[in-house]
């Protein structure tokens, strides 16, 4: 039982590069969520996904797009990559029935630098 | 609006020593669930406790407790007997009614030492 799963671990891209990061989990999740993580902010919303074929803007969603292919994977899209996207990209699943103490998995972590 | 505050950057505790990291939020929703979670040096997400706005009790999770105070809209964390594996960051993390998406504090980050 994998849970949340990230790739890449670490990116470099040059200012204007786009890249995707893929998510994936393995426990019928219906909710996804994407986040960035920078000093001194905390985790930060960028967008989620309440169920498959929806997405919805979070917190902080200027400069990315995400994409619910199905039920297992949420990506996120850097189409022209800025140094201030340097951070590190939590995705992150949950199922969460009502006034439940059930949490969201989170992956492991994606950091990218843009140069 | 919802919110966390974490008012303190940085804590420093003795090993075995208990220590109290705070936490205070702001929401109207009658019913929401607080999380506390520990990031350490590489890097991933663990939850340590949930605290429902209905528990009458505080939560506890072996040496971890959550010293919750509704009226004052406090959600502290207290590990006691720290151990130099509790040195991490530490977030305070809300949900509303009704929805799976969580709002986090700023952070603290604990060192513990000798």
């Not at chain 1, 850097?78 to 009502?98: K, N, R």
Request: glycine fraction near 8%.
């Amino acid at each position: 039982n994998a849970g949340v799963t990230q790739t890449p671990k670490f990116q470099v891209l040059k200012t204007g590069q786009s890249m995707t990061l893929q998510c994936a989990q393995d426990m019928n999740h219906n909710s996804m969520y994407w986040y960035r993580q920078d000093p001194g902010m905390g985790l930060r919303l960028i967008y989620y996904s309440a169920s498959e074929g929806t997405t919805d803007k979070g917190e902080v969603p200027n400069g990315y797009n995400v994409s619910r292919l199905n039920k297992r994977e949420f990506s996120l899209r850097l189409e022209s990559a800025a140094p201030s996207q340097t951070s590190v990209y939590f995705c992150a699943s949950s199922d969460i029935p009502f006034d439940s103490q059930e949490t969201q998995y989170f992956g492991p972590g994606t950091r990218l630098l843009v140069l | 609006a919802q919110k966390i505050t974490q008012t303190q950057p940085g804590m420093f505790v003795q090993e075995k020593e208990a220590v109290t990291l705070d936490c205070t939020y702001d929401t109207s929703d009658q019913s929401y669930g607080l999380f506390w979670y520990k990031q350490p040096s590489s890097g991933e997400m663990i939850f340590l406790i949930y605290q429902g706005s209905y528990d009458e009790q505080n939560a506890t999770e072996g040496r971890y407790s959550l010293n919750f105070q509704k009226a004052r809209k406090s959600a502290n964390l207290v590990i006691s007997a720290s151990q130099l594996g509790d040195s991490a960051m530490y977030f305070c993390a809300m949900r509303g009614y009704n929805t799976d998406k969580l709002i986090f504090g700023t952070g603290t980050r604990l060192q513990v030492f000798p």
